[in-house]
C-alpha cells in the first residue's frame, strides 16, 4: 500500500525564532490582572449553570465583576499614563 503524502510546499513559513517579543511579554504581564479577574468572574458565573443562584453566589458574581471592572479601568489609566509619559 502506498503512503499519499503532500507534494508542494507549505503556504506559510515559520520564522526560526518563535519566542514571544520583550514587547509582547511586557504587554502580557500588563493585561494579565485583567485576565485573571474575568476567569474569576467566570468562574463564578460557570458555577450557576447547574443550580440557581443563591444570595452568596449573587454576591460573588458582584464581586468579581467589580474586580473585573477595577482591573480594566487600572490598565486603561496605565496605558494612558504610559502614553502621556512619553509624549512629554
Do not use: Y
Not at 24 to 46: G, H, K, R, S, Y
Not at 67 to 72: D, E, G, I, Q
Amino acid at each position: 500500500m502506498k503512503s499519499i503524502v503532500a507534494c508542494h510546499t507549505g503556504v506559510t513559513h515559520l520564522p526560526a525564532d518563535l519566542e514571544p517579543s520583550d514587547a509582547e511579554l511586557e504587554a502580557i504581564e500588563a493585561e494579565m490582572p485583567v485576565v485573571l479577574a474575568e476567569v474569576e468572574l467566570l468562574d463564578a458565573l460557570i458555577v450557576l449553570l447547574d443550580r440557581p443562584a443563591s444570595e452568596f453566589d449573587g454576591r460573588r458574581i458582584r464581586r468579581a465583576h467589580n474586580r473585573v471592572l477595577t482591573a480594566r479601568r487600572d490598565a486603561a489609566n496605565r496605558a494612558t499614563a504610559q502614553v502621556s509619559g512619553d509624549a512629554a
